[in-house]
């Protein structure tokens, strides 16, 4: 099979294009050949040397994808050669098959194109998280978002402010601002003004859950929050977060929650779940899909070296066939 792969750690470069044996099946297993894939920072850092990988050299990126199934191991039951499915924590997904446990494929509507579905299900299912398992936004809510422009970042800021949350956002260049503010911010700030001042002015006491995925900023959004607030970090985009003394928490009585998306995807059912309602919240106008840009997979050096472009805002996808 075809495969965008890489044997050791360094820039985009390092990546190849090229045949690896296919993956076989085992006796809990199904094999899916994917239409298209999605790219995620994740997968640079995986490529870096600096995430957790699977296995051994050679390694495939990617987790999240759509397409359909085209083997099944005689104990799996529920699925269908030809079906068609997604799957967002499938390892080794840069490639012509992928095998899945089949509690990790989910059914998708019809009326969403494949290209679509890459787009949207792993960023989406992590906004969904946030939102509702890390903390749980309610209407009045006062939110922080870091990286608002940004594929979980843009997702988080729709999804907060149609639960009534009020939003102020955090993006580095004013066109993001700017995005941020159309997808529903009332306020947005740049990360080289004094953010957390301008935000506990705005709000008067300091906003009630700040969502951190830059990692070096995690005090900052401590110090914004009001009394009793809770600072949400699931990503370290700018670098490893400091070290915490939890007694720089006890006097605002302040709290830091770890999010991981895995966590929550943990059965079949609850996972199929999530998945029908990030669609009908993308049906009902809720939530919008990104800016797509699409690379097929032998293009996958430069699919890498554009996400790793600070001025990209959107969701790159790779076509593998």
């Not at 843009?154 to 939003?167: E, S």
């Not at 070296?305 to 805002?313: G, I, K, P, T, V």
Request: some cysteine; charged content about 20%; glycine content about 12%.
């Amino acid at each position: 099979m075809k495969a965008l792969f890489f044997d050791r750690f360094g820039d985009a470069d390092v990546l190849s294009y090229g045949d690896l044996p296919a993956p076989a099946l085992d006796a809990q297993s199904v094999l899916v050949a994917p239409t298209f894939v999605g790219l995620n920072f994740a997968d640079i850092y995986r490529r870096q040397g600096n995430y957790v990988l699977q296995g051994e050299a050679p390694w495939i990126g990617g987790y999240e994808g759509v397409g359909h199934v085209v083997a099944i191991s005689a104990d799996v039951c529920g699925w269908k050669i030809g079906q068609r499915v997604g799957f967002v924590d499938v390892p080794r997904a840069h490639a012509e098959l992928v095998l899945a446990r089949p509690d990790q494929l989910v059914t998708l509507p019809d009326d969403i194109a494949d290209q679509s579905v890459a787009a949207l299900l792993l960023q989406g299912l992590t906004a969904q998280y946030l939102v509702e398992d890390s903390v749980t936004v309610r209407s009045g809510n006062t939110v922080l978002i870091q990286a608002a422009a940004g594929g979980v970042g843009r997702l988080v800021t729709q999804m907060a402010t149609a639960l009534g949350a009020q939003v102020h956002a955090l993006a580095s260049t004013p066109a993001k601002r700017e995005q941020a503010r159309e997808n529903g911010a009332v306020a947005a700030y740049d990360y080289q003004e004094d953010w957390v001042a301008r935000v506990q002015q705005a709000t008067g006491k300091g906003v009630d859950i700040a969502y951190d995925s830059i990692g070096t900023t995690l005090m900052q959004s401590v110090a914004a929050l009001r009394p009793g607030g809770r600072a949400v970090i699931f990503g370290k985009a700018g670098g490893t977060p400091p070290f915490i003394d939890p007694l720089e928490l006890m006097e605002g009585s302040k709290g830091i929650i770890g999010g991981d998306l895995w966590t929550y995807l943990n059965d079949r059912e609850g996972r199929q779940g999530r998945v029908d309602r990030l669609f009908a919240a993308l049906h009902a106008g809720r939530i919008t899909l990104p800016h797509i840009r699409t690379f097929p997979l032998n293009a996958g050096q430069d699919a890498h070296r554009l996400l790793e472009d600070r001025n990209f805002a959107g969701k790159i996808v790779l076509k593998i066939v």
